[in-house]
């Protein structure tokens, strides 16, 4: 019998911040200053059950120095200089490690997975730290010729990345079912062998070039034009530890060289838009533009591999070893898993337009807007095991895999890529009312409708998006992913108003303001998935999909949907084995998003220019409960486990996403 444990956790956060910046100003021609920021901050991020959860640490200082030299009354000159340096870190729970049940003598407890429950144990890959510097050289050079504003500059950043990810040293250890789990009947043990070196020292460049042209042609027309060139460095290792499985079909790794073929130096991205004053009057205006914008490849898109690729990080698995765990046995078993990146790297680029039409409506000092905006992303990077079978073609031009259908390249296991080719769709329109400060009140309202569509939303797993499938369904038909972005959101809505109440009197009376932030969204996708290997591809690194009942609708939930039952599993149906399902990624979606926060300001000069500011803040002032996506798998909704047994918990929702009324009192004193 199964049974469902509710409780209450601590859950830790702490957070020092502080800034601090000066202006000079050191002639009539030259003024610079100086900004620092400290931030250090210690949270229990609870990723798995709560009872494990993970230390995440982060320590950044920024320093921004700027001067700016004018030269004349049209021309000015801007140099800047930036120095970031932060030092993330994720960590298991020092003050209980949970040793006495690990399953390597001398470490903590890793994980372990039993489909249809939460996952015990601290994320697999802690513990992991990293340590970024950031250098930072920019200069901006502007001047007025005629109908002219020119501007041009240069960029050049350079980074430093030292790391430790040692994902898998703890050992994860998995069962296919409830049932098998209560036999002690395992799926698999995963563990990075003893001697694997995790740590790695990257250094890269970036420089980026610009010129743009404001040009007005005749009094109610300007133009923009403008040519930026970016490119980066192929990246180097301190000690040359680069490896890479530069293409499938390769026996091993290649070590040394470059990660990826770097075509960056060819990234021109041209910019056009236009401002048309339509009658002259200022009232009416129309904006437009066009413009490429590319994405370098650099430490966020590649960071993955780089830490987890043989020779240097060999990792493997025991398939149904036997209880208790004996991690030597790891270092006889099969092929070993590996990650790459893509080698013949093609240049990753969005295109992005807009349209949009402005109104003074000429009354209530209102102004109106609408407008069109779209995108679309080319070579985009996403995930997933490469390393699968090489399907039967049946008769009527579908896929089968036999049972005991082999990897394409027996001479490794996983082999988890950052691969190339997807794309992204975005087209939007939005709305809004913006009522400047007149009678004390001021308010603005925004709407947009949003559709984003993609077959993948991110190359670093669920790193980026917590409700999206980490991995691609088909590497080799990256179709079969195409639907709702991760991030699609079909409705925003954000409503802010401020009222200053017309008390007079003395200064004690004076100065209260009220104030209202409201903001709707609409419920984010979410995939259902089988996990495991149902396919039977050989890889269960890339989540499987169920098929979609004919006619059946899974919003119809009989009773009417409710955080126990969000959607109706009954829709879905486990496919032949040796098949990939029909159902659609991304084809559920969760509840929408409701929040209304207030605030109310009493602001009291005191003397000698100082200003005293209190503040109450309150906090979902209507106390209600956002709800979670139904997710009791990383990659999505579970609807069965790989032996086609359906999962008891299939559509219950577990979370909420905001917490409960709160609220704040701040004092702040300006001088």
Same mark, same amino acid.
């Given at each position: 019998?199964?049974?469902?444990?509710?409780?209450?956790?601590?859950?830790?956060?702490?957070?020092?911040?502080?800034?601090?910046?000066?202006?000079?100003?050191?002639?009539?021609?030259?003024?610079?200053?100086?900004?620092?920021?400290?931030?250090?901050?210690?949270?229990?991020?609870?990723?798995?059950?709560?009872?494990?959860?993970?230390?995440?640490?982060?320590?950044?200082?920024?320093?921004?120095?700027?001067?700016?030299?004018?030269?004349?009354?049209?021309?000015?000159?801007?140099?800047?200089?930036?120095?970031?340096?932060?030092?993330?870190?994720?960590?298991?729970?020092?003050?209980?490690?949970?040793?006495?049940?690990?399953?390597?003598?001398?470490?903590?407890?890793?994980?372990?997975?039993?489909?249809?429950?939460?996952?015990?144990?601290?994320?697999?890959?802690?513990?992991?730290?990293?340590?970024?510097?950031?250098?930072?050289?920019?200069?901006?050079?502007?001047?007025?010729?005629?109908?002219?504003?020119?501007?041009?500059?240069?960029?050049?950043?350079?980074?430093?990345?030292?790391?430790?990810?040692?994902?898998?040293?703890?050992?994860?250890?998995?069962?296919?079912?409830?049932?098998?789990?209560?036999?002690?009947?395992?799926?698999?043990?995963?563990?990075?062998?003893?001697?694997?070196?995790?740590?790695?020292?990257?250094?890269?460049?970036?420089?980026?070039?610009?010129?743009?042209?404001?040009?007005?042609?005749?009094?109610?027309?300007?133009?923009?034009?403008?040519?930026?060139?970016?490119?980066?460095?192929?990246?180097?290792?301190?000690?040359?530890?680069?490896?890479?499985?530069?293409?499938?079909?390769?026996?091993?790794?290649?070590?040394?060289?470059?990660?990826?073929?770097?075509?960056?130096?060819?990234?021109?991205?041209?910019?056009?838009?236009?401002?048309?004053?339509?009658?002259?009057?200022?009232?009416?205006?129309?904006?437009?533009?066009?413009?490429?914008?590319?994405?370098?490849?650099?430490?966020?898109?590649?960071?993955?591999?780089?830490?987890?690729?043989?020779?240097?990080?060999?990792?493997?698995?025991?398939?149904?070893?036997?209880?208790?765990?004996?991690?030597?046995?790891?270092?006889?078993?099969?092929?070993?898993?590996?990650?790459?990146?893509?080698?013949?790297?093609?240049?990753?680029? #969005?295109?992005?337009?807009?349209?949009?039409?402005?109104?003074?409506?000429?009354?209530?000092?209102?102004?109106?807007?609408?407008?069109?905006?779209?995108?679309?992303?080319?070579?985009?990077?996403?995930?997933?095991?490469?390393?699968?079978?090489?399907?039967?073609?049946?008769?009527?031009?579908?896929?089968?895999?036999?049972?005991?259908?082999?990897?394409?390249?027996?001479?490794?296991?996983?082999?988890?890529?950052?691969?190339?080719?997807?794309?992204?769709?975005?087209?939007?329109?939005?709305?809004?009312?913006?009522?400047?400060?007149?009678?004390?009140?001021?308010?603005?309202?925004?709407?947009?409708?949003?559709?984003?569509?993609?077959?993948?939303?991110?190359?670093?797993?669920?790193?980026?998006?917590?409700?999206?499938?980490?991995?691609?369904?088909?590497?080799?038909?990256?179709?079969?992913?195409?639907?709702?972005?991760?991030?699609?959101?079909?409705?925003?809505?954000?409503?802010?108003?401020?009222?200053?109440?017309?008390?007079?009197?003395?200064?004690?009376?004076?100065?209260?303001?009220?104030?209202?932030?409201?903001?709707?969204?609409?419920?984010?996708?979410?995939?259902?998935?089988?996990?495991?290997?149902?396919?039977?591809?050989?890889?269960?690194?890339?989540?499987?999909?169920?098929?979609? #009942?004919?006619?059946?609708?899974?919003?119809?939930?009989?009773?009417?949907?409710?955080?126990?039952?969000?959607?109706?599993?009954?829709?879905?149906?486990?496919?032949?084995?040796?098949?990939?399902?029909?159902?659609?990624?991304?084809?559920?979606?969760?509840?929408?998003?409701?929040? #209304?926060?207030?605030?109310?300001?009493?602001?009291?000069?005191?003397?000698?220019?100082?200003?005293?500011?209190?503040?109450?803040?309150?906090?979902?002032?209507?106390?209600?409960?956002?709800?979670?996506?139904?997710?009791?798998?990383?990659?999505?909704?579970?609807?069965?486990?790989?032996?086609?047994?359906?999962?008891?918990?299939?559509?219950?929702?577990?979370?909420?996403?905001?917490?409960?009324?709160?609220?704040?009192?701040?004092?702040?004193?300006?001088?």
């Amino acid at each position: 019998m199964r049974r469902q444990t509710r409780g209450v956790f601590a859950r830790d956060s702490t957070q020092n911040f502080a800034m601090g910046r000066l202006d000079h100003l050191i002639s009539d021609h030259d003024s610079a200053f100086i900004r620092y920021v400290f931030d250090d901050s210690v949270l229990d991020d609870q990723v798995n059950y709560p009872a494990f959860p993970n230390i995440v640490r982060n320590k950044k200082h920024v320093l921004t120095l700027e001067e700016r030299h004018l030269f004349s009354a049209s021309t000015l000159n801007e140099f800047r200089f930036g120095f970031n340096r932060s030092k993330p870190s994720e960590d298991i729970n020092p003050l209980d490690p949970h040793t006495e049940i690990a399953f390597v003598t001398g470490k903590a407890f890793g994980e372990l997975n039993v489909t249809g429950l939460t996952d015990l144990g601290t994320d697999r890959t802690n513990p992991k730290s990293f340590f970024s510097d950031v250098y930072q050289f920019t200069d901006n050079f502007s001047f007025i010729k005629g109908r002219h504003a020119l501007k041009t500059g240069f960029n050049f950043e350079h980074f430093k990345y030292d790391g430790n990810s040692e994902t898998r040293t703890r050992g994860r250890l998995r069962f296919r079912t409830l049932s098998d789990f209560l036999k002690g009947t395992t799926r698999d043990f995963e563990l990075a062998k003893p001697g694997s070196d995790f740590q790695r020292d990257y250094r890269q460049d970036l420089v980026g070039l610009y010129v743009q042209d404001d040009m007005r042609v005749g009094s109610r027309l300007t133009i923009n034009a403008g040519l930026r060139w970016e490119f980066v460095t192929s990246p180097t290792e301190k000690n040359g530890k680069v490896s890479n499985l530069r293409h499938l079909t390769d026996s091993s790794v290649t070590v040394g060289g470059d990660l990826f073929k770097n075509r960056t130096k060819k990234d021109i991205a041209p910019r056009l838009g236009f401002v048309w004053d339509v009658a002259g009057d200022g009232k009416t205006a129309i904006r437009g533009g066009y413009g490429l914008f590319y994405d370098p490849p650099l430490f966020f898109e590649w960071r993955n591999p780089i830490f987890r690729s043989l020779p240097f990080v060999d990792r493997a698995r025991v398939v149904r070893p036997t209880l208790p765990i004996d991690p030597t046995k790891v270092a006889v078993s099969g092929p070993s898993d590996t990650e790459s990146f893509q080698y013949d790297l093609d240049p990753i680029y #969005v295109a992005q337009y807009n349209l949009n039409i402005q109104r003074d409506l000429g009354f209530w000092d209102t102004v109106a807007s609408v407008g069109y905006v779209g995108s679309h992303g080319y070579h985009l990077l996403g995930q997933g095991d490469a390393n699968i079978a090489v399907p039967q073609i049946r008769a009527d031009g579908s896929q089968f895999f036999p049972a005991g259908s082999v990897r394409r390249n027996p001479n490794f296991g996983v082999v988890r890529s950052i691969m190339q080719g997807f794309e992204s769709d975005y087209r939007g329109v939005q709305l809004s009312v913006i009522k400047r400060r007149t009678a004390n009140l001021q308010y603005q309202l925004s709407y947009t409708y949003g559709k984003t569509m993609d077959n993948r939303s991110g190359s670093s797993g669920r790193q980026e998006y917590a409700n999206g499938q980490a991995r691609t369904f088909d590497p080799y038909d990256f179709n079969k992913d195409w639907g709702r972005a991760d991030y699609d959101v079909r409705h925003n809505f954000i409503a802010n108003a401020s009222y200053e109440l017309p008390f007079k009197g003395n200064r004690w009376r004076e100065g209260w303001q009220v104030s209202m932030v409201g903001t709707y969204a609409g419920g984010v996708p979410f995939s259902p998935i089988i996990p495991g290997d149902p396919d039977r591809d050989g890889s269960d690194d890339n989540a499987a999909r169920p098929n979609v #009942v004919p006619g059946c609708n899974p919003k119809k939930v009989p009773g009417g949907r409710n955080a126990n039952m969000w959607f109706n599993p009954q829709c879905f149906s486990f496919p032949e084995l040796g098949t990939r399902g029909n159902a659609k990624r991304n084809s559920l979606e969760g509840p929408d998003f409701r929040v #209304v926060d207030m605030s109310l300001v009493k602001q009291t000069p005191l003397t000698n220019g100082v200003l005293a500011q209190v503040r109450v803040e309150v906090f979902n002032i209507f106390n209600r409960a956002n709800f979670n996506i139904p997710a009791n798998n990383a990659d999505g909704e579970a609807i069965f486990d790989d032996q086609g047994n359906r999962l008891a918990d299939a559509g219950k929702i577990f979370s909420t996403v905001t917490d409960g009324r709160s609220w704040q009192l701040a004092l702040r004193l300006v001088f």
